[in-house]
């Protein structure tokens, strides 16, 4: 909510103007929100469990559970921007920007705050699905 708030202040608008996509599955923009979200904490699943596997108990139970996770929750991300890309009007480059968010760790949730206050994931009146 608070990338909202910076977003309205730069660009002058009211609560009422701003329509924020909800977590949901029901529209393009919330499955993208939603993926974003969870390739990030699967990252930090994959991470948490690569440092107990080198460097804590050498077991690699943690990245043997994580790393498919990860991998499914990376490539519905990027399934997620496929979707997205068209009834958001992205442009090549914001959609090369999502693809390459999705490589370093965290950096999905920051495009799609980034996404959010830029107005990329406006929903249209007719709402788009």
Known sequence: ?????????RTGMSP??????PLSLATPAGR???????????WGGLLLGMAFKYLVVRDPIGVQIMG?????????????IAQVRGPMRWD????????????PPFCTVWFERWALR???L???ESGAR
Do not use: C, K, N
């Open 122 to 124: 406006r929903m249209e």
């Open 92 to 103: 090549a480059r914001t959609t090369a920007l999502a693809l390459l968010a999705s490589l």
């Open 16 to 21: 009422r103007d701003v329509q924020v996509p």
């Open 68 to 80: 498919p996770i990860h991998g499914v929750l990376f490539i519905a991300y990027v399934i997620s």
């Open 1 to 9: 909510l608070e990338s909202i708030h910076h977003a309205r202040v």
């Open 118 to 120: 830029s107005g990329r």
């Open 32 to 42: 993208f929100r939603l993926a974003a979200i969870a390739e990030a904490w699967s």
